[in-house]
């Protein structure tokens, strides 16, 4: 089936794919050499370029992994690249770089991706195979670098195509074969369906470039012979096409920019956010093949008696994580991403003071904000006159916010350690969240007779184990996969991203 409203880039081929070497074995720890195509210089700069390769985060998806020691192993046409240990860190956001210099003659440059826990001294997981029914080695990822065009295959990868013709010619007719569910650069252990196993899952975040004439980062050969560009011309912010969305995004996730691209109707992914939204926000992490939810963080001051409405910083990587064991990139704006603000402190929030938060201080006063349609708005207030999730923004019924009230959540922490707190404000920013993207039809969500083990419901419902069930609330954090047999309900498979102009019901936790 021919991909419906694009054209893809041409450059990387299908054929020559296949033709790859076979994965190594996990002794081996590198990759076989890849030649292809003459002998030509690809780059001008005296038949040498550098590669480099950046680890952007690392995080443990795995309750084996809780305080790891991770260190990363880049191996670069057969040579070895070690990071510094990460000691007791099971989520790390320091970047690491590493280059060589390899030569300009040859297209492809192959690199291998490790990832050990050095406390046990085993490699991790990273599902690097993409052909799901062969996982040949689920510790390494075997990539394979095209300096031609800037983008890599085999065990990560953006997209697929077919040349058809002579596999050469680079004509803008491809066959859409699909896109990698862990999204670019993104390496996830939970690919190959093991999250209920102890096997060292963890994912992990990297980009590959090299040396360009201009700093927009465009291969040369990609700029001289398919673009026909000024290799040295920087077109950052270039739009050729008028669409809105700049040359380099459109290089780099394999979409024509010289072509009448509609972005505003594409949403490869479907997670509610179309390909102009994608570009708004993609300096925060966006990925138009993988499923992004975008939430703001604000909350309200101190009281005067010095109770906090604080959401910490372990919940947070919990409920991240429990997203990125099933491919959605969790995007919280806690002050990260600008738009998050500490709103004065109030006794008591009436639905009309929620309404004028939302719209002061989600919206800023401006009913065209570019967050509405992207961001989720979860606001953390002292004491909701009501209890309940959604709170009708006064504008139009959207139900794209919600609010936890730090108060009620306090008396919830029994006996109060800093633990119990945090499942008790995680398990109910997370179960809130639900409702807003689409969990609300099964009856063991928020069914009140399941709240005390004395009720009958309780027991019934004890497979669904999740945060959506109120027999769980305040104990855990996490969803459903419904594999737990009768009366579990997969609640990931009910999940719609999509949900900022969905009208959805009231509810009201015990």
């Not at 994965?23 to 780059?43: E, F, I, K, R």
């Not at 040579?79 to 003659?105: A, F, G, K, L, R």
């Not at 497979?463 to 609330?473: D, F, L, T």
Request: charged content about 20%.
């Amino acid at each position: 089936m021919k991909h419906s409203t694009t054209t893809k880039l041409a450059g990387l081929l299908i054929t020559l794919l296949f033709c790859l070497p076979a994965a190594p074995t996990l002794a081996s720890h590198t990759t076989t050499p890849v030649t292809g195509g003459p002998h030509t210089n690809y780059t001008p700069f005296a038949n040498e370029t550098t590669i480099t390769v950046t680890i952007t985060q690392i995080r443990s998806l795995d309750v084996i992994l809780r305080k790891p020691s991770f260190q990363v192993d880049v191996i670069i046409n057969g040579v070895h690249h070690e990071s510094p240990i990460y000691e007791n860190q099971p989520y790390v956001y320091t970047p690491w770089t590493t280059n060589m210099t390899v030569p300009s003659d040859n297209d492809w440059v192959n690199i291998t991706i490790a990832l050990k826990d050095t406390r046990s001294n085993k490699l991790c997981d990273l599902s690097g195979c993409h052909e799901q029914a062969n996982h040949y080695n689920d510790t390494v990822a075997n990539l394979y670098y095209s300096i031609k065009t800037g983008h890599w295959v085999g065990d990560d990868w953006a997209f697929y195509w077919d040349e058809g013709h002579n596999g050469t010619d680079y004509q803008p007719e491809h066959e859409w074969i699909g896109f990698d569910p862990s999204g670019y650069g993104r390496l996830n252990g939970c690919d190959d369906n093991s999250i209920n196993q102890l096997d060292r899952d963890a994912e992990l975040y990297f980009t590959i470039t090299q040396n360009t004439p201009a700093p927009d980062g465009i291969p040369y050969w990609l700029k001289t012979q398919i673009y026909h560009l000024d290799p040295a011309t920087d077109y950052t912010g270039y739009d050729p096409n008028n669409d809105g969305i700049p040359l380099t995004w459109d290089w780099k996730w394999g979409y024509d920019p010289f072509a009448n691209d509609s972005h505003a109707a594409l949403d490869e992914d479907y997670d509610g956010l179309n390909n102009t939204k994608e570009y708004r926000v993609s300096q925060w992490g966006s990925d138009p093949f993988k499923k992004d939810l975008y939430i703001e963080l604000d909350r309200m001051a101190d009281s005067p008696r010095g109770e906090q409405t604080l959401l910490a910083d372990e919940p947070k990587e919990l409920i991240r994580t429990c997203f990125a064991q099933h491919n959605i990139d969790f995007h919280l704006d806690d002050g990260s991403m600008g738009g998050s603000d500490i709103i004065p402190f109030q006794e008591s929030s009436s639905q009309r003071d929620l309404q004028n938060d939302y719209l002061h201080y989600f919206l800023h006063d401006n009913l065209s904000n570019y967050r509405r349609g992207i961001f989720h708005y979860g606001l953390m207030v002292y004491n909701a006159s009501y209890g309940g999730f959604n709170f009708f923004n006064g504008i139009l019924p959207y139900f794209d916010c919600f609010q936890v009230s730090s108060k009620r959540m306090n008396t919830k922490i029994f006996p109060k350690t800093a633990r119990k707190a945090v499942l008790v404000y995680g398990s109910a920013y997370m179960h809130e969240l639900g409702h807003n993207i689409g969990l609300d039809a099964f009856t063991g969500i928020d069914n009140p007779n399941t709240a005390m083990p004395w009720q009958r419901d309780w027991w019934k419902y004890r497979p669904y184990v999740s945060i959506m069930n109120y027999g769980y609330m305040y104990a855990m954090i996490g969803y459903s996969d419904g594999h737990r047999g009768k009366n579990d309900y997969n609640d990931w498979t009910h999940i719609d991203l999509g949900m900022f102009q969905k009208e959805m019901v009231w509810h009201h936790p015990p």
